[in-house]
């Protein structure tokens, strides 16, 4: 990490969001949802989705892309299920609530399965999961996004980052939390290496001659025009099972615009409006099993992996969660670092907005 990197106290950095978003025009219950969800990301070790992220919002909201205020509107609903419409407000706010009305739901019925339509980036799919294994439920959320992925044997930009991800509450310290991408890595990522300048691994993006590509900067200018894609989970072509990740990725996208009657794939552009969709599902462990007993076998599923026979340069296996729980132990007491480009970034906004309460160590 450089000589340039200030570690700033999360409460501080948690707090600065929230007024950020007030400063915007947000009702300060949601702003608060929205800086919990970005905070959770630096806490959890995710960079691409944290504070990293919240310039962009920031710009959004001003340029008129996002609507500060989140104006849900219940389309269908059923004992079980809802349909929302974000009025193209903050899409952490819409998640939040359509994740508490699954739950809800799930509690007196078993199951509870919301989608969201017309909605904008929520942040890190794991804050969702999260909330259903707090209350002892199985969690799943998705969302789909601006095209950025190639479909298998293609090089054009079709679906999103489109995220598959689940959530299992277990006996350990941590819940069994797989909150991952159904494409090799995210464009969050590969902005984090552009503010960097440091060459991303090959393998991750191909440009429009099929090439694979490794410079960020133009990575991402290749991106905004259509002619770089990232590859699906699996890389390129079948042999190592892109087409995997490639069909994860659609079913994704089917779940996310379908069952909200939204925009898909090539609609989800910014002339287009990013009218993003999402799908969150919770399932009440109690309805099938004691949570206990429940608990206790997934718990038992992760400590005999974890156990397990490791290869001859290996210390360690992992299970999802493991990482991101010991991560938000240390960036708790360290602090979130932030490099030089985050910095500049806070500080525009803090003059901007007139922020003056906050005396940022740099």
Not at 14 to 27: K, S, T, W, Y
Not at 28 to 48: H, Q
Request: hydrophobic share 40%; charged share 25%.
């Amino acid at each position: 990490m450089g000589d340039d990197v200030v570690h700033l106290k999360v409460e501080i950095l948690q707090d600065f969001m929230r007024d950020v978003f007030i400063g915007l025009g947000a009702p300060e219950e949601d702003a608060k949802i929205c800086a919990d969800v970005l905070i959770a990301s630096d806490l959890r070790g995710i960079t691409s989705h944290g504070v990293q992220r919240l310039k962009m919002y920031y710009d959004r909201i001003k340029l008129g892309l996002i609507n500060p205020e989140t104006n849900i509107t219940i389309v269908k609903e059923s004992p079980t299920t809802a349909t929302f419409d974000a009025g193209h407000g903050l899409g952490h706010v819409v998640s939040y609530r359509a994740m508490e009305l699954a739950i809800k739901k799930a509690e007196e019925y078993g199951t509870g399965a919301v989608a969201v339509g017309n909605s904008t980036h929520y942040g890190i799919a794991g804050y969702y999961l999260i909330m259903a294994c707090k209350k002892g439920m199985i969690g799943l959320s998705i969302t789909n996004a601006r095209p950025s992925i190639a479909p298998t044997f293609g090089i054009e930009p079709m679906m999103g980052t489109n995220p598959l991800t689940f959530g299992m509450p277990t006996d350990e310290e941590f819940d069994f939390i797989l909150d991952c991408a159904t494409s090799i890595t995210q464009r969050g990522k590969i902005e984090v290496f552009s503010r960097t300048e440091t060459p991303i691994p090959e393998g991750w993006v191909i440009d429009k001659d099929g090439k694979l590509a490794t410079d960020p900067v133009e990575i991402l200018k290749q991106l905004k025009d259509g002619t770089a894609a990232l590859l699906p989970l699996g890389g390129a072509g079948e042999i190592t099972g892109g087409h995997k990740g490639y069909g994860y990725s659609v079913i994704v996208e089917m779940l996310s615009s379908a069952l909200s009657g939204g925009p898909f794939l090539k609609d989800l552009t910014l002339d287009k409006g990013w009218k993003i969709g999402h799908f969150f599902l919770a399932i009440d462990v109690s309805k099938f099993i004691s949570v206990d007993i429940f608990k206790k076998i997934t718990g038992d599923i992760c400590r005999t992996l974890r156990n397990s026979k490791k290869a001859p340069d290996q210390e360690r296996i992992y299970t999802a969660g493991e990482k991101e729980y010991e991560m938000e132990q240390k960036i708790a007491k360290t602090g979130v670092p932030l490099n030089k480009s985050l910095q500049n970034d806070l500080l525009t906004m803090k003059k901007e907005l007139g922020l003056e309460q906050y005396k940022f160590p740099f």
